[in-house]
């Protein structure tokens, strides 16, 4: 009951990270695309009143005009009715490190500790994913109040900063475990950006402007940093949220490096269309994040091993499916931790073995099967599993 209980509070999780990140990656997208797309005010009465620029649109059957104060409107009070962009985020990563303590730290000895990596318990694992998560939204910020002013060497640092973190976690966890906790601690540091710079500082701001007093503009250009850091850091988040479906890229021998071409990609990609709604059109940028990407297809395609020059008997392949894999793909799962089988692959008997061979050959190859090798699987047996693949998957 305690697993179906945990299955059903995953679910719900899941789908509020979902909804939350949706309304939060679309609310960042418009903003950048909005400020833009800024023209800058010449009416003397906009100037007068404080505009920066202006936004024309048209969507859903109207017409908006959208202005940009900087440090607010001139000669009329603020408005009180002002719509703060803040528990998007907040309910993104809330939702998203619920997800990761039920998963990662409830489940440590089964979705976050592969003992060939490195043989950890539970409470010390949990601990260092912990000060990971914590720490690189450290040294981030850190790095950003050094080097303000300097944005080209900052950017450099922190995708070193995000680099060493994925190595090295490569090196503790488990490789899901670990791509997840990249995906972690950027999007902690984005909505750290939020919670302890965008919102403070356009707080700051609004009420000099209400107290009648001069506005500094600092806490407003701070904010914009931090928010241009957000919308480079939101596509290789993405990715990393989808990336348990696709085990070719995190089981991959060097998968710290794979997770950095699609993310240095992804930030390619983010800066031609940022880019672009500036006035500027620079499609090399497309082109390299697409080159990375096809050059990821063709390095992490399968080499073709050389099978077994004798049969391989199902009766061989069945035992070792049921000594390393029935206890969690079972009708009723021995394993703890599961209420049902993953993804409802049963394998008990020789139907549902042959109806799931290629998956089973897949992901028995790529190590991502069995979870964290729980059930320690040997070499020999995932070679006796591809041969026997490679051989046309008899049952009889």
Known sequence: MEAYALDWLNLLLRWLHLIAGAAWIGASFYFVMLDSSLKPATEDEDIKRGVHGNYWAVHGGGFYQSRKYLTGPKGEPLSEDLHWSKWEAYTTWLSGMGLLAIIYWFGASTYLIDKSVMALEPAPAVAISVGFIAGGWIVYDL????????????AGLVFLLVMLADWALFQVFGARAA?????????????????????????????????????DPMPGTIGKQRSVHNTYFTLPVLFIMISNHFPMTYSHPYGWAVLGVIMLAG????????????GRNAPLLLVAGGALIAGLIVFLAPKPGTPKPDAVSFAKVKAVVDSRCVS?????????????????I??????????????????????????????????????????????GAKTR
């Open 346 to 391: 049963v394998m008990q008997d020789a139907s549902g073995i042959s109806q799931n061979a290629a998956k089973i050959a897949e992901t028995v190859a790529s190590r991502y099967m069995p979870i964290g090798n729980l059930t320690q699987m040997t070499d020999d047996e995932r070679a006796l599993i591809a041969a026997w693949f490679a051989q």
């Open 267 to 278: 930030v390619l990609i983010r800066q031609f269309f940022v880019l672009r709604r500036r």
């Open 143 to 154: 790095l950003c109040r050094v080097l303000a002013g300097k944005e080209n060497l900052l």
């Open 328 to 344: 969690c793909h079972a009708m009723a799962p021995t394993q703890e931790g599961f209420a049902q089988p993953p993804k409802g």
């Open 179 to 215: 791509y997840v906790h990249v995906g972690a601690m950027m999007g902690t540091m984005m909505v750290a950006n939020v919670f302890f710079h965008i919102i403070p500082g356009q707080k700051k701001m609004v009420d000099a402007i209400r107290a009648g007093q001069p506005v």
